[in-house]
């Protein structure tokens, strides 16, 4: 695995669907004059002589849509701007016990990652419910860092391999990862406004100008659902280009393949045998070592790549499931 060639690649990546989400948002912008037009045009203009567009109806549609991706960015993002402790409980996660032998293995592991890579020390936290191997770090800096992991990464995991996994939720912190995310899942929150706005106008309480409500409405919500997918396809991609960075970055500062490979190796057995993680609500799928969603529509809906080519990425070549046999 050449190391710093994959973060490069990662990055070149990531700002290049980055650029791509905002191209989406404009080609949004653009797709709801349209539609909008369409609509009107449909119930008014085209049919008396000599009818026009209201003034300043693009640049009114323009401004509305925008506020619309902006205001939803701006909400979700005021929403989880209570910190990275804040939401991590939400998850269920604690703090450690120091009295329990595994988690406070767990915790000199962070201090130890936080020492090697010249980074501020995170808050240790434990999902203890939760019997799966998994992790995630949340927060918008490294003064609001934590990371958090799973009972079952603690049962299962060897130290070299919960310092890899460890390693990996660092490269999140430093890599500025957690907030993109949250950044991105506020835009596609405010495309998705707009496809309720819509629906709110496809069945208005009055009947006074239903018609034009209602196609307005229609051409409203087939908008928001294009950019909606668009937008979430995109996350997808940069979710996915991080994974790959995360995890050349575990192999960097661990200067160990089997530490981080040992962990998605060991994953992939726990599938086969059945212990999966908890169900987690989408928004935060982004933040988890392994996505927990089932069902997805297509493969370009996917937070995370697939196991099997993680792995390979890691190693060079592909490599078997490690069993689940106890740390």
Do not use: C
Not at 113 to 119: E, K, Y
Not at 166 to 184: K, P, Y
Request: net charge neutral; no cysteine.
């Amino acid at each position: 695995m050449l190391i710093f060639e994959s973060q490069r690649e990662a990055r070149v990546r990531t700002l290049r669907l980055l650029v791509a989400f905002g191209v989406a948002v404009l080609l949004l912008v653009v797709l709801v004059n349209a539609a909008l037009a369409l609509a009107w045009g449909l119930t008014w203009s085209f049919w008396v002589p000599g009818a026009a567009y209201p003034r300043y109806f693009f640049e009114v549609n323009t401004a509305v849509t925008l506020l619309f991706v902006l205001g939803g960015w701006w909400l979700e993002t005021s929403r989880l701007s209570s910190g990275g402790q804040a939401l991590a409980e939400q998850m269920g996660a604690r703090l450690v016990h120091s009295g329990d032998f595994a988690e406070q293995r767990f915790a000199n592991i962070v201090d130890e990652m936080a020492i090697s890579s010249g980074m501020k020390r995170p808050v240790a936290m434990v999902m203890a419910r939760d019997e799966g191997i998994n992790a995630f770090a949340a927060g918008w800096d490294e003064d609001d860092a934590v990371v958090a992991v799973t009972s079952g990464a603690l049962e299962h995991l060897s130290r070299d391999e919960l310092q890899g996994l460890v390693a990996h939720e660092f490269s999140h912190i430093r890599e500025g990862d957690t907030r993109l995310n949250m950044r991105l899942v506020g835009m596609v929150f405010g495309l998705e406004m707009l496809f309720r706005m819509g629906q709110d106008l496809a069945e208005p309480d009055i009947r006074e100008h239903r018609t034009l409500a209602t196609l307005l409405g229609l051409a409203l919500m087939g908008a928001g659902w294009l950019g909606w997918m668009a937008g979430h396809a995109l996350q997808a991609a940069v979710s996915r280009q991080r994974e790959f960075l995360a995890d050349a970055r575990s192999v960097q500062w661990t200067r160990s393949r089997d530490g981080i490979g040992g962990v998605l190796r060991k994953v992939m057995s726990q599938r086969h045998e059945g212990v999966q993680s908890r169900r987690i609500g989408s928004m935060v799928q982004h933040m988890l070592l392994v996505g927990t969603e089932e069902g997805r529509m297509a493969h370009w809906f996917d937070s995370h790549p697939s196991l099997e080519e993680r792995v390979r990425r890691v190693y060079g070549r592909r490599m078997a499931p490690l069993p689940l046999n106890q740390a």
